[in-house]
């Protein structure tokens, strides 16, 4: 079936080529009466090019806007973006962004969901960070679509499964603890441990802390990032972390956990330098999350006030926290059964 006219032609070029066929469409005539052509773009086969200038004409857009690659397409997005959330969650942005690196490249009007569920696929990580890449999918097909890039949004095709709802989180037992407690002053750093334990902070928040945010004389911390509930709130010194908290204090660096230049640790040097090799020493298999779910699971097998631990915590609801956070080992659950 013959195209109607204005409809726009495809062909194949002359040569060897990557891409032979070119989709293209008259846009007008100059002042000789020649013809001026825009081109859509070159395509390794013949249907491909048939449906790039389909597309075209369902949706025409500039030249411009058709070759836009998805990391332009994040590059503008996150411009407006980022001024408005948590360094936290810019972290999170940055993190999952880094994981299309396959797609980086590729125009975005070219991206269909065969492309994002690939990544999905491949990249081996758990459902937290599955909806994350989708939640990216999301926001930039959102972006894309407001500013005519693209006229249809692909991302809600991506299917990142179901959440089995389990943790591969492990409290520290007791006799972890203890370990801890006892290479506190020979291992640099462990003290950072025990005091995560004891606070419930994340390392993310934890390596932001500065030494004008604790107040000693009350005994309190504040801190705190990721949500509304978890910002700048109040935590308590617990008293088996008072004497590391004012060691550190009265270093007198910028930070609670300094490097001997005054500059805080980022996560990636403070997880891999330090963090899992403390671990690998002491024989352990803890992740840094371990240690905010090993407060969350002390408070709880002691039996204190739920809305405590929530405040402390940082979570918009206990029932939250509760979900995720508490785990009350086989040891706790025959001592409670044993006292009926």
């Known amino acids: 079936m013959k195209n109607p006219n204005g409809y726009g032609t495809v062909y194949k070029l002359s040569g060897k080529r990557r891409k032979p066929f070119i989709a293209r469409k008259t846009i007008g005539w100059d002042a000789n009466g020649k013809q001026l052509y825009q081109t859509i773009g070159y395509y390794e086969k013949r249907d491909k090019a048939m449906q790039a200038l389909a597309e075209y004409n369902a949706n025409p857009y500039s030249v411009e806007v058709s070759t836009i690659t998805f990391s332009e397409v ?32 590729m125009k975005f009007v070219e991206i269909r969901p065969t492309h994002m569920q690939d990544i999905i696929r491949k990249c081996g990580k758990g459902y937290g960070t599955l909806r994350k890449l989708k939640v990216l999918f999301n926001q930039l ?7 005519d890039i693209v006229s249809k949004d692909y991302s809600k095709y991506i299917d990142i499964g179901k959440d089995s709802g389990k943790t591969s989180r492990k409290p520290f037992t007791a006799k972890e603890i203890n370990k801890l407690f006892k290479v506190k002053d020979s291992i640099d750093l462990a003290d950072t441990i ?10 993310g928040e934890l390596i932001i802390i500065k030494n004008t ?33 004012t060691n550190r204090v009265e270093q007198g660096y910028e930070y609670l956990v300094s490097k001997p230049d005054n500059k805080p ?9 330090n963090f899992k090799p403390i671990m690998e020493q002491l024989g352990f298999k803890h992740k840094p999350h371990d240690c905010r779910h090993t407060f969350a699971t002390l408070m709880a097998n002691a039996g204190a006030d739920t809305i405590a631990t929530q405040k402390i915590i940082g979570h918009a609801s206990y029932q939250t926290t509760a979900n995720i956070y508490t785990h009350k080992d086989v040891e706790e659950l025959q001592k409670a059964i044993n006292m009926i």
């Open 213 to 245: 945010d604790i107040d000693l004389s009350k005994r309190i911390i504040k801190g705190g990032i990721k949500t509304e509930a978890g910002k700048d709130r109040i935590i308590p010194i617990n008293d088996k972390i008072y004497d590391m908290v």
């Open 194 to 203: 025990l005091i995560m334990i004891y606070t419930g902070l994340r390392v």
């Open 141 to 147: 097909y959102k972006y894309a679509m407001a500013n």
């Open 74 to 105: 994040f590059d503008k997005w996150k411009d407006g973006k980022f001024e408005t959330i948590s360094k936290s969650n810019i972290n999170g942005y940055n993190a999952s962004f880094k994981t299309c690196a396959s797609i980086h490249d």
């Open 265 to 273: 640790y980022k996560y990636d040097n403070y997880y891999r330098d």
